[in-house]
């Protein structure tokens, strides 16, 4: 028989077979392609040589589309079928999308996923999605001459399942192998080559034009893994184009009346902003109701009106920086990422954040637009078996907590928020009634204790299940999430084997706000929402108690005189009542008393089924 040949580790067999991958970056505004050449990533242009392809898609008549700068033109006169920003409709509904009414598109309400009325007709995001990443892998393709491999793409790293699931889909759709999904934040680290330096933690602040996110990423053995995430969904550059546009128009004393107007004031913001990033000063200048006006600014100006919105930037990260229970020296890098960390009031702010001790540094070497794209085109070249010190391991986190509900409309947290994935995560549960068959679970996701809190990802029902008393069976629930963040759950009960699981479909959407408010609800009704789990958890073990006592009324009633069986009647009735409270002590003291009075009864009937178990056999049989 032939032996079967392995090559060296990291070693391909041939080096001119070496396979093509590409780092994709999926962004909002803009998305960019890289791959390694000669050694090193860098980002491949299209053939004008530009290397930032907007992420937008124009459909026009006849099945042609635009893609990139040549549809961004078109944006305000053809609003509807110019699609712009579609990642953030990627796996949301359209009931996630709070802002739907004062977007320009025909939003439809379909099952799953919202989708878009173009004069093509209904687009989904995921197609949407997958022109930009076919735009990109032609692009790819063109600059090796050759058939692509695979790709690595980058999502946020707070993208939940669905989201997840839609980036894959699209990659899918549009002919790419996807090698992996990584986070952006992993993925600017992987950049800096940080993977190649000491051991320890670093965060990533990713300020762009519309959003901040803030990761704690931390590097052991080579192997990088998501600690925390934070951030504000609804903060960045944009932001304080708005308050700079308002106080250059205050300034000279311009009225901002059309829509027109506003966008003027805010492009003329934009322009003077980036150019005080380099220059101390500059003169903001726009045609406000049919005038021109100019105000010169300089960059203490800017720094005043934008320095509120950076102080919010740090709240974030020192939020996150609790929530891992990190200290701010043991961060030994931050990595910028984005263009608004171009602005040195941005570096400088970062910087004093840690103090004047800090031994750690900022790094803003890399340009923060390809950042992203460029660890990704790393990552892939080591996913498809090119590099020399072989695969590079690298870990997400899971955003919001997942679990079951349980009895009383309670949540019971399987995996907690910010669990680095893969992650695979077993608990035992069982059965409430006697002889139950079936159980239904339902999964939820969220911070909060009570299910109706939670968001609600799947239901399904195990059946089969022998008939055993209450609290008999165990029931095994094993919550899986892959590498990409997808989950799945099974349900098994140990005795018989009996087994039902479910892959948590994306047919739901989560928006970042959403994400925020549920993180915040969570920290903000803790008080709250334990004396509403103390209660219900009283009343559950009532409603338990009741029904075990009545079982056991029925089945050995006779080992009572009817004065005994009357005091434990009255006891079992008393608890009822007292499960209708709404003082979970009053629940807790009924309970007790009903186990106190019952205890007699009990130590009986284990008598009798020790004997009954007995009788008829020699001792030493036993
Ligand atoms: P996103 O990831 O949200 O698509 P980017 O990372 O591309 O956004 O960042 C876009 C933001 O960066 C915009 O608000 C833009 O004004 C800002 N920006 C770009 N260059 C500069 C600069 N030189 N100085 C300050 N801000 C800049
Ligand atoms: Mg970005």
Redesign the pocket.
Known sequence: MALLQISEPGQSPDPHQRRIAVGIDL????SLVAAMRHGVAECLPDAQGRLLLPSVVRYLDGGHRLIGEAAREHQSDDPENTIVSVKRFMGRKHADIADAGRLPYRFVDQPGMVALDTRAGLKSPVEVSAEILATLRQRAEDSFDDELYGAVITVPAYFDDAQRQATKDAAELAGLNVLRLISEPTAAAVAYGLDNGSEGLYAVY?L????FDISLLRLHQGVFEVVATGGDAAL???D??QVLGAWALSQAGGVAASPGDKRAALVAA?AA??V???AEQTVWSARIGGRPLSVPVTREQLEQVARPLVERTLASVRRVLRDARVQRSDVQGVVM????T??PLVRHAVRDLFGPDWAGQVLTNVN??EVVALGAAVQANALAGNSRDGELLLLDVIPLSLGLETMGGLVERVVERNTTIPEAKAQDFTTFKDGQTAMAIHVVQGERDLVADCRSLARFELRGIPPMAAGAARIRVTFQVDADGLLSVAARELGSGVEASVVVKPSYGLADEQIARMLKDGFTHAAEDMSTRKLREARVEAERMVLATRAALQADGELLSADERAAVEALVRATEQAAGLTDADAVDAAVKALADGTEPFAARRMNQGIRQALAGRRLEEV
């Open positions: 962004g909002t505004t803009h990713d762009g034009g519309g959003t960045g550059g944009d304080i184009d934009r902003k980036e005080l990033s380099t990422v984005g263009g608004s171009r602005m923060p637009d």
